[in-house]
């Protein structure tokens, strides 16, 4: 059973900083793709940036410059350091993993292509920007 689990959400003002963090355990495979998603009011989620197993990495443009994903195998965690915060941050962020046993080149197209794909999830963690 594959479990994700997000840290690090809370308020910030526009030009601060954050941290998240995922901590994986259960069975994620060494081929899996992960990243970070949000969701706003709306019912849909945009891919925030995601890593694939290669290490290759793909940021939203609206994220670029400001956010850093990193992954530590070891510790099977994957975080998210995320500078210059705008309002427009705010959010729920989620932790996700694409697992099928295959090595996927997701870092090598926009976040949101293979967003259907993600076959694992944590429960969210609130990222709020304001001053």
């Not at 594959?2 to 900083?17: C, D, F, K, N, T």
């Not at 694409?98 to 996927?104: A, C, D, F, I, L």
Request: aromatic residues 8%.
């Amino acid at each position: 059973q594959v479990q994700l689990v997000e840290s690090g959400g809370g308020s910030a003002q526009p030009g601060g900083s954050l941290r998240l963090s995922c901590k994986a355990s259960g069975l994620i495979d060494s081929s899996a793709c992960m990243g970070w998603f949000r969701q706003t009011l709306g019912p849909e989620r945009e891919g925030v940036v995601v890593i694939d197993a290669g290490g290759s990495t793909s940021y939203a443009d609206s994220v670029k410059g400001r956010f850093t994903i990193s992954k530590d195998n070891a510790k099977n965690t994957l975080d998210l350091q995320m500078t210059s915060l705008k309002p427009e941050d705010t959010a729920m962020y989620y932790c996700a993993a694409y697992t099928s046993g295959v090595p996927v080149p997701c870092g090598r197209f926009a976040p949101d292509l293979f967003l259907e794909r993600y076959n694992h999830w944590g429960q969210g963690t609130q990222v709020t920007v304001s001053s």
